[in-house]
């Protein structure tokens, strides 16, 4: 696609089940919705810096894909833009990007690394779920909120380092990441769903940072900041537990998945 090329439209090679190479040329701006969706022997792709948006879908079911260079210009992933890309290794998201919309790594399943610039304020739902390839991740200082399910189902993650400016975790967040052993919780977390880390089989402890005004941690357990109330209870913790006389409300959750929604969400009061 020669330089003289400012954007590439709407499905426009959507479905060529043969491509294997596409060199982009440095005039694109643009590479809309669908562009390469389906594009499945597509083994390699550089987007250069001249791009500043990449849309929904883009490379979305490029199931070949095994590199992916984002350029340094691009400020906003679309949804699922890189779904079910599942070559995909590794990912560099830069320091231009403001925003990682729903989906977009979503079944990325060989998926081991990945890196959040340092502007990016929001992480849309499901945006890396199913990556169960992926064993650690560290969230900027600059995200905000953690959405619906991001890594909902990454069996292989271990680590999770949480920023500093993140206010919400939300439903689901770190669901069924059954090998992941610690959190790290950073000080403006203001609400944390009973869900966000349901199926965390292997988790050993929680990890609050100390100046947080609304959660703490004591021996690994998540505890509201005046410690009266225990919110999570790590489910590999091993050993005995003696709750502290200063609890007063253990918090429990009851999901059953009916129709695909959760509900019977219960709060209980030790007598």
């Known amino acids: 696609i020669p330089n003289s090329v400012t954007s590439i439209g709407d499905w426009a090679f959507h479905d060529c089940s043969s491509l294997e190479n596409v060199t982009i040329g440095k005039g694109i701006t643009t590479i809309s919705l669908c562009a390469f969706r389906d594009c499945s022997a597509l083994k390699s792709i550089t987007i250069p ?10 490379f979305g079911g490029c199931s070949s894909l095994g590199n992916a260079t984002i350029g340094h210009s691009v400020k906003a992933i679309g949804t699922a833009a890189f779904r079910d890309c599942r070559a995909l290794k590794s990912i560099a998201i830069p320091d231009s990007v403001t925003s990682i919309e729903n989906g977009v790594f979503y079944s990325c399943s060989s998926l081991e690394n990945a890196t959040i610039g340092h502007n ?6 499901a945006a890396f779920r199913e990556c169960s390839a992926l064993k650690s991740i560290t969230i900027p200082d600059s995200v905000l909120r953690i959405g619906n399910g991001v890594f909902r ?7 999770a380092t949480i920023g500093h400016s993140v206010k919400a975790i939300e439903l689901n967040a770190f669901r ?3 090998t992941m052993k610690s959190v790290s919780i950073g000080k403006k977390v203001t609400s944390i769903d009973e869900a966000a880390f349901e199926g965390c089989d292997s988790l050993v402890r ?17 505890l509201n900041k005046e410690k009266t109330e225990i919110i999570a209870f790590p489910k590999n913790k091993k050993g005995d537990y003696t709750i502290p006389e200063s609890i007063t409300a253990i918090r429990t959750v009851y999901l059953s998945n009916l129709n695909n929604s959760w509900n019977l969400i219960y709060e209980y009061a030790l007598q």
Not at 49 to 58: E, L
Not at 120 to 125: D, L, R
């Open 49 to 58: 810096d001249s791009v500043t948006s990449i849309g929904n879908w883009a």
């Open 120 to 125: 990016v304020k929001a992480i849309g739902n």
């Open 153 to 159: 189902g990454c069996s292989s993650l271990e680590n």
């Open 176 to 178: 069924d990441c059954r």
């Open 206 to 222: 929680f990890e609050v940072a100390e100046d947080n005004a609304n959660y703490s941690s004591q021996d690994g357990v998540l």
